[in-house]
């Protein structure tokens, strides 16, 4: 029987690559106090996650070696000055 979590996407998630020429970065921003400043509904948070865990789920077709997972916002920093949260957000980017 074929190992599926070989063959899914998952296995070459946040893998050090060996080499760097096939490298694929995904950015997220698991949080939603700027969906709720805009009057949005709670939960967006959740989005992110939500997309990664149908993501992994999928056969890998794809010719990347290797995929990284990176963050962009926090939440707390949000919270304490929403302002500079999304400079330095912007900057990671």
Known sequence: M???????????????SQSTDLES???????????RRNLGRNGARFGPQAIMNQFLKL????PYDSINLEEVSETIQELEDFAKAQVNGANKI
Do not use: A, C, E, F
């Open 2 to 16: 074929k190992n599926r979590q070989q063959d899914s996407v998952q296995s070459i998630l946040n893998k050090k």
């Open 59 to 62: 056969n890998n077709h794809l």
């Open 25 to 35: 970065l995904i950015l997220s921003s698991p949080t939603d106090i700027g969906v």
